[in-house]
């Protein structure tokens, strides 16, 4: 049997069909809001206010999503200075992983998380932290464990801890164990409880 008419037809409309299809990838990355907009590696930035450097920052790499106000970046370090203009260190930290939703105002470090506030002899070191800046908050997570360790000697750890940034205070809600050093001569063990 001879191949007929129908048969070529049947051919050329299937080739039409396969060389008209295409596919879209443009608007599925488009609307993607997980690719960042920029993407910077050995990260070294400044930031001034008023002509004085308040703070400097170090990332391996520091993503940028600027559609959702956020940034991502891992193995920062970062110094603060104080507003005084001499250069003086007020605070210090690192983190592995360090996001900024800057809409909302919320800055949240993991993969262990260190500070050093020079004013108050603190050095703090937790797993995770978050800060609110609008509420002035910063929270670890609730089982996250939180070392505070005072330059008189004094250490702390707990979980569930919060404190109030713009008042200086602090408390735990979960379980606490430590040494408190009291007039720089006498210290006791802070036996663990669970409130």
Not at 19 to 29: I, Q, R, T, V
Not at 111 to 124: C, G
Not at 182 to 194: F, I, N
Request: with cysteine; net charge negative; charged share 20%.
């Amino acid at each position: 049997m001879k191949p007929g008419i129908g048969s070529a037809v049947c051919l050329m409309l299937a080739s039409l069909c396969v060389s008209a299809c295409s596919f879209d990838y443009g608007s599925e990355l488009a609307d993607d809001t997980s690719i960042p907009e920029m993407t910077m590696t050995g990260v070294n930035a400044s930031r001034y206010e008023n002509a004085r450097l308040s703070v400097e920052l170090r990332a391996s790499i520091l993503e940028m999503y600027d559609a959702d106000k956020i940034w991502t970046a891992s193995d920062v370090e970062f110094v603060q200075y104080t507003n005084t203009g001499d250069g003086a260190i007020e605070a210090e930290g690192s983190a592995g992983l360090f996001l900024v939703d800057d809409a909302a105002d919320v800055y949240s470090l993991g993969q262990t998380a260190s500070f050093r506030i020079v004013e108050d002899n603190l050095f703090l070191t937790a797993s995770d932290l978050r800060w609110d800046r609008s509420v002035h908050t910063l929270v670890s997570g609730l089982a996250s464990s939180v070392e505070l360790e005072r330059g008189d000697g004094s250490v702390i750890v707990g979980t569930g801890f919060s404190a109030n940034t713009l008042s200086r205070e602090y408390q735990f809600t979960g379980s606490v164990a430590g040494k408190l050093v009291s007039g720089g001569a006498s210290s006791s063990d802070l036996p663990e409880t669970g409130l």
